[in-house]
């Protein structure tokens, strides 16, 4: 049987991880990023990213030949988006890199094609990306679009890109059911199937709830600070009523998923 081709936009900390996964479970993978040294570094072989196990996902999957990187995209069954979508100065979600590559793969799109928006992304940007589309003159009555929201932890993403619960949200009821079936060839989690708008509030959910219950652990230990209280003694003890569980306090919230906005770490 021919191989699936799979062309993932954006070969960072998601991107990468998908394509090197994918291209190790018999898809044929193009993977595309703007910047010429992480392709250069990918078709060695080699990782640019601190990922455990990446590597040797990598390594398998250029040597085999079923992972090649490129500057552009290329014709292919699916094709997957993972670019950044930071927080502007002015605290509003910025999805240039989205609209971009969005336009960067409307030359290529045939249709029964699937396109899979992974990146964290405000509510309606997977509409966007069809109008978007249809702007470019594309047909997107016959392609599958869809929003699913990567939820790894950094350090573990290799198990967790197959043992997640994913869901999955599609323009169109057709569409989540194909992107599900794609998802259930390599994800051993559940894969939940809904419409692109609850997919997209489902990830800010889940990044907000994080977000308030690290700030809510790290607000008790200022307090606790402040009044000579030690904020793990006191955590612990609360911690036995049977529906409290607060988090461990730490240095702030942040990281990959939680924007910052660089003020509050
Ligand atoms: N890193 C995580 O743990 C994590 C977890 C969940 C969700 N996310 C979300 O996933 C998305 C991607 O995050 P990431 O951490 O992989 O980002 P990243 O910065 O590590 O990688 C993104 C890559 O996309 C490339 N890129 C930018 N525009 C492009 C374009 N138009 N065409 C091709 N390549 C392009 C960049 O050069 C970069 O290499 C974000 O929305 C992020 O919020 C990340």
Known sequence: MQKKKVCVIGLGYIGLPTAALLANRNYLVHGVDVQKDVVDTINKGKVHIVEPALDTFVRSA???????????PAKSDIFIIAVPTPVSANTEPDISYVISATKSIAPYLEDGNIIILESTSPIGTTEDICKILKKNN???DNLHIAYSPERVLPGQTMRELVENDRVVGGI????????????KTFVKGDVLTTNSRTAEMSKLTENSFRDVNIAFANELSIICDKFQIDVWELIKMANRHPRVNI?????GVGGHCIATMGKNL
Do not use: D
């Open 62 to 72: 250029v040597f085999s030949g079923n992972l090649t990187a490129h500057t552009k």
């Open 138 to 140: 594309v047909n997107v």
């Open 172 to 183: 169109t009821e057709i569409a989540a059911k194909k992107v599900k079936e794609f998802y």
């Open 247 to 251: 988090l461990r306090p730490g240095s």
